[in-house]
């Protein structure tokens, strides 16, 4: 069981990037497929990323192609989620969650199929 805890939102201009963290602290965290998922005030909560256990496999939504990048670092137990040229559209709650699974190259890209979910950091990109 983890519980992960997510850092690194904040308020930025369109076209500059962030970084958000999401550490969950286990002995067996290359057992866990990470996920970024996002929220905005009135919409659903949408897929965003996703890396599995290895890092070797990672899929990321079409809006974010090309601009997102997804990471893990075994040691710090710790993935990441870089965002770079940042649009007013990207503005959300941005969520991290936790899937155990001993299928290394599982990347899920839905929420319910997350057991755990950190509390979500904020980002918000002006114009």
């Known amino acids: 069981q983890v519980q992960p805890v997510e850092s690194g939102g904040g308020m930025v201009q369109a076209g500059d990037s962030l970084r958000l963290s999401c550490t969950a602290s286990?002995?067996?965290?290359?057992?866990?497929?990470i996920g970024w998922f996002r929220q905005d005030q009135g919409k659903d909560r949408e897929f965003v990323a996703s890396?599995?256990?290895?890092?070797?496999?990672?899929i990321f939504a079409d809006a974010v192609k090309g601009r997102f990048t997804i990471s893990r670092d075994r040691a710090k137990m710790t993935a990441y989620l870089q965002m770079d040229n940042l649009k007013t559209e990207d503005t959300a709650v941005y969520y991290c969650?936790?899937?155990?699974?001993?299928?290394?190259?599982?990347?899920?890209?839905?929420?319910?199929?997350?057991?755990?979910w950190g509390q979500g950091t904020q980002v918000s990109v002006s114009s």
């Open positions: 969650a936790a899937k155990y699974t001993l299928r290394a190259m599982k990347t899920p890209t839905t929420a319910d199929e997350y057991d755990y």
């Open positions: 890396i599995s256990g290895t890092g070797v496999t990672q």
């Open positions: 286990s002995p067996v965290f290359s057992n866990y497929a």
